[in-house]
C-alpha cells in the first residue's frame, strides 16, 4: 500500500501562484502514474494532471494547461504541482492519488 501526504495549500489572490507537494511513502514498488485531483463544494472531483512515475510523461486538463506544471523527485518520492496564474475557479481541495490510494487533500483557495 502506498500513503500520499499532501502540502502547500493556502489562500492566495487571483494572478497568484500556489507549489503543492505530495510525498509518497510505503510500496513505492507500485508506483506508477500519480495524479492530482481537485473538488470544490457541491461538484466532483477532477482531475487535473499526471505524471508516469517511471518515463516523466505529463497529462493535463484542459482547465489547466499552461498554468499548471507537475513535476516529479525520484529521489525525495515526491510529485509536485506548481500553479500559476490561478483563478477563483481553481479554489477547490487538492488530493493526489496513486494505486487507488488517495491523500487527505489540501486546500487551495484563490480570491478575487
Known amino acids: 500500500q502506498v500513503q500520499l501526504v499532501e502540502s502547500g495549500g493556502g489562500l492566495v489572490q487571483a494572478g497568484g501562484s500556489l507549489r503543492l507537494t505530495c510525498a509518497v511513502s510505503?510500496?513505492?514498488?507500485?508506483?506508477?502514474?500519480i495524479r492530482w485531483f481537485r473538488q470544490a463544494p457541491g461538484k466532483d472531483r477532477d482531475f487535473v494532471a499526471g505524471?508516469?512515475?517511471?518515463?516523466?510523461?505529463?497529462y493535463y486538463a484542459d482547465s489547466v494547461r499552461g498554468r499548471f506544471t507537475i513535476s516529479r523527485d525520484t529521489g525525495m518520492n515526491t510529485v509536485s504541482l506548481q500553479m500559476n496564474s490561478l483563478k477563483p475557479e481553481d479554489t477547490a481541495v487538492y488530493y493526489c492519488?496513486?494505486?487507488?490510494?488517495w491523500g487527505q487533500g489540501t486546500q487551495v483557495t484563490v480570491s478575487s
Open positions: 510505503g510500496r513505492t514498488s507500485s508506483m506508477n502514474l
Open positions: 492519488t496513486c494505486a487507488n490510494n
Open positions: 505524471i508516469d512515475w517511471s518515463s516523466g510523461t505529463k
